[in-house]
């Protein structure tokens, strides 16, 4: 059985996180797993939009807390073990932003710690409802450091900083309002809810959506100013490539795209 299954289906590739029995944690493989699925994916011109989910009862329980518990038995009590799992963690979080295709997370049941980082880590979430949000390591001792740099990118930071230190869960509406999620469905239309977007954004021209989503990562870290030159230069690409000057022909001819790419 793998321990990360991939469906493509309508140039949307499904990934699926198959660890149930431990809620699916994001363990010394499963970290493995997605980096090298997203590897795959850097490439991939097929595939223009991914969907992240997790099978059995629940999207992710954050970190795999006996590995990390075995981990602290070396001679330095963890230390360089702690430091390469963060590191290999912040690693595939980051890789999200920079691969071409959007990715779509899709929790359900529970979404913590390092889960609900994974889940503020991609570019938009389609939830279930009764699905609960927490970064509750607070509550064993251990503050969510590291999941609190993409929840703080993602919800107001006093939010923010009162789940972190109270430990407690915010429910699936409270995080659509909050921003954390875009939509919650029942949990019966999750799969269709969430593989209608993906094949929305999948539909469009891949090459516009992969400078696009470059683009919105790089200005919004940097000034008004700064912004309005930096994304009129990309603007200026964009409307060079052959099959954006055939979209606007289609639509002025009020037919559909031949796009190439």
Same mark, same amino acid.
């Given at each position: ?17 198959? &660890? ?16 090298? @699925? ?5 490439? +991939? ?9 997790? &099978? ?10 006996? @590995?990390?518990?075995? /981990?602290?038995?070396?001679? +330095? /009590?963890?230390?360089? =073990? ?116 993906? @094949?929305?954004? &999948? ?13 919105? =990562?790089?200005?919004? @870290? ?35 795209? +031949?796009?190439?790419?």
């Amino acid at each position: 059985m793998a321990l990360l299954e991939r469906n493509d289906t309508n140039a949307v590739a499904t990934l699926t996180m198959n &660890a149930p029995e431990k809620l699916n944690a994001l363990s010394d493989g499963m970290l493995a797993a997605l980096q090298d @699925e997203f590897g795959r994916l850097m490439d +991939d011109t097929e595939i223009r939009a991914v969907v992240i989910k997790g &099978a059995g009862k629940a999207f992710c329980a954050g970190h795999d807390l006996k @590995e990390m518990t075995a /981990g602290r038995q070396a001679e +330095d /009590g963890g230390k360089a =073990y702690f430091k390469d799992l963060f590191d290999r963690c912040a690693t595939m979080m980051t890789t999200i932003r920079k691969l071409p295709q959007p990715v779509i997370a899709q929790p359900h049941g529970i979404a913590t710690a390092a889960g609900c980082q994974l889940v503020a880590s991609c570019d938009m979430a389609v939830a279930a409802e009764g699905t609960k949000f927490g970064v509750n390591g607070v509550n064993i001792g251990l503050f969510c450091s590291t999941p609190m740099v993409a929840l703080s990118r993602n919800i107001p930071r006093k939010q923010a900083f009162e789940m972190l230190t109270t430990g407690q869960f915010i429910s699936a509406e409270r995080a659509e309002a909050l921003g954390l999620v875009n939509r919650v469905v029942p949990h019966d239309q999750l799969d269709a809810a969430t593989q209608e977007l993906a @094949e929305t954004v &999948a539909a469009k021209l891949g090459a516009a959506v992969k400078i696009g989503k470059e683009a919105f =990562y790089s200005q919004i @870290e940097m000034s008004v100013d700064d912004a309005y030159e930096y994304t009129g230069d990309v603007m200026v690409q964009n409307m060079l490539y052959r099959d954006t000057a055939e979209g606007i022909a289609a639509f002025l001819e009020k037919r559909p795209p +031949d796009w190439q790419h």
